[in-house]
Nanobody
Framework: QVQLVESGGGLVQAGGSLRLSCAAS????????MSWFRQAPGKEREFVAG???????YSADSVKGRFTISRDNTKNTVYLLMNILKPEDTAVYYC??????????????????WGQGTQVTVSS
């Protein structure tokens, strides 16, 4: 059973930066496609960015050029560096993992494992 634990959330002013981390345990981390999703109050959970087993990255249009996802397979950790944060980035951010993306990497139901979430709040 894979366990994912996020950290790094917090309160930041618009224009600032944060780096989220997601530490994995209990599985072969390098065999999982890893992604970040977020969910704002009253909204559905949405895809933010993903990284393949080999390091190929994907991101939502809303965060392109501002957010960068990366992974360190030696540390079993995936990161999300968030720059130029905006108030609309405020949400709970979740780390997720899957062994296959046949259902599409941006779909929540493609993922088998989820972290507990970390709150990111961007003030204007």
């Amino acid at each position: 059973q894979v366990q994912l634990v996020e950290s790094g959330g917090g309160l930041v002013q618009a224009g600032g930066s944060l780096r989220l981390s997601c530490a994995a345990s209990g599985g072969t981390f390098s065999s999982y496609f890893m992604s970040w999703f977020r969910q704002a109050p009253g909204k559905e959970r949405e895809f933010v960015a993903g990284v393949s087993w080999s390091g190929v990255t994907y991101s939502a249009d809303s965060v392109k050029g501002r957010f960068t996802i990366s992974r360190d397979n030696t540390k079993n950790t995936v990161y999300l560096l968030m720059n130029i944060l905006k108030p609309e980035d405020t949400a709970v951010y979740y780390c997720a993992g899957t062994r296959t993306v046949v259902l599409g990497y941006s779909n929540t139901y493609a993922y088998d494992y989820w972290g507990q979430g970390t709150q990111v709040t961007v003030s204007s």
